[in-house]
């Protein structure tokens, strides 16, 4: 066992969950900046915080610089401290002097812990600090009661961190594959808890979506589907060039998730891409990464210019032809022309083919086409836009398209388990049973 282990297990308090309880998140969207939010609990007394669900973080952080009141966080000292030199290898064991901050969590010589806003692509230094943190308990189909993650440690971020997040937030809760990520350190605090979760983000305006965390399964969704029954697989590829320390957009960073598309197929017919780059390269360039922080798709630009002229020429054969674009979008189609079908708009499907030609994302129009509605317009939109030349990652698969699919993360195994429009399966993410409060 690390040192780092030995450290954080030294406080762990036996568990107090059954073995195969999990954790849940409920997501919503904040259709002014399309960003996902969640709700944590944090703190002593316990207080509900809302913060930006961020599938490629590395490690979550709190805005705690205007007003962190709590009985119960400790702080890391940096002296003699292996789990200060066992941070990130962002090159951010360091000491930080709080002393022109008073009142917030801090003290001298502590551990400081980089905090990252994945949407403005800044960050800063901020403390590394564990609290009460409490997330509702699920046995896979229902709301349970609070139960704690216990050590959690996240940073304690300036407020500078903030700008460009949705109003309603106050950091950043980090999924991506790091080991201070929250299901990681969730699944290191015992082995009874699978190393797994699975996110479904809803595409409901109304009603929110869910993430499983520590559960393989199941997760029940109604009238009763077990969606962990009927997945497909593909391996989980990281990309460990992302990004060290500061990230950009040019960099990515190297907590996110990337799959091995091969080849995309429009209604069967393959887009002329140059497919060497689909594959990651040695300085870390192309490839496909997830990402719950880009609104839409984005395709580097030698792959959106096959991909919408393919898109384009499979639905003049299906009678749809195009119209008056509405920004940010380039190709649309009159809503009146368009039939709408249980999976959405009947536009042509399009397929990310993976690790073999019979193992494909198939998305349907509920994914591809946005719903437009304007003073002067009523259209469906192609939901992929154009990455530039200079877009590192050959296709980032966006928020939208991600709506309404399950998706599960084995990160032992290095698995993604995806369910393809759960439209089709008569059943949507905002299906699965929220009780309005959770009992502490
Ligand atoms: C969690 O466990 C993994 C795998 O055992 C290990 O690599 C990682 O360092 C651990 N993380 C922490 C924070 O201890
Ligand atoms: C996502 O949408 C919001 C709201 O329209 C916009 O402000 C933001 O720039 C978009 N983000 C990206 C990465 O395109
Ligand atoms: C911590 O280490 C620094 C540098 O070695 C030293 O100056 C400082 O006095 C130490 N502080 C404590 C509290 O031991
Ligand atoms: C931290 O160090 C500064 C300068 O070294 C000192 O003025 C301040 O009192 C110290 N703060 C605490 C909380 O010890
Ligand atoms: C979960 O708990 C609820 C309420 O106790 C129960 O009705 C349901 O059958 C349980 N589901 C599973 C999958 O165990
Ligand atoms: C689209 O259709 C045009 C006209 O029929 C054809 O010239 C072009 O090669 C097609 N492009 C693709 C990518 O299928």
Known sequence: MSPTILFLLSFVPSLALPAQAGFILLIQKDYKTLQYTTLIYLKTPLQQTQVVFDLGGDITWIDCYKNYKSSTYHLFPCNGSQFCDSLPNTGVSICTDCSDNPGIPCANNTCGLFAENPVAYQGEIGVALTDVLKLPTTNGSTQGPLSDIKNHVFSCAPSSVLPGLSKSVSGSLALGQSIWSL?????????????????????????????????????IFLPGIDLSRSLTYTPIISNVYGGPFISS???????????????????????????????????????????????????????????????????????????????????????????????????????????????????????????????????????????????????????????DNLLQFGLGSKRLGFSSSLLQKGTTCANFKFTKNPTP
């Open 183 to 219: 299901q990681t350190q969730i699944s290191n605090s015992s082995s009874s808890y699978p190393n797994y979760f699975a996110v479904c983000l809803s595409g409901s305006r109304t009603s929110p979506g869910v993430a499983f965390l520590a559960a393989s399964g199941p997760y």
């Open 249 to 403: 957009v040019a960099v990515g960073r190297e907590a996110e998730y990337f799959i091995g598309v091969t080849s995309i197929n429009i209604n069967n017919k393959p887009v002329p891409l140059y497919k060497q780059f689909l594959a990651i390269n040695g300085i870390g360039i192309g490839g496909t990464k997830i990402s719950t922080v880009y609104n839409y798709t984005s395709l580097q630009r030698s792959i959106y210019t096959g991909f919408t002229e393919t898109f384009v020429n499979q639905s003049s054969a299906m009678n749809l032809a195009l119209t008056k674009p509405v920004k940010p979008f380039s190709f649309c189609y009159g809503a009146k022309d368009v039939q709408v079908t249980p999976t959405g708009p009947k536009v042509p499907t399009i397929d990310l083919v993976l690790q073999s030609k019979d193992v494909y994302w198939r998305i349907y129009g509920s994914n591809s086409m946005v719903r437009v509605t304007t003073k002067n317009a009523d259209v469906w939109c192609l939901g992929f836009l154009d990455g530039g030349v200079n877009q590192r990652q050959a296709i980032v698969i966006g928020g939208y398209q991600i709506e």
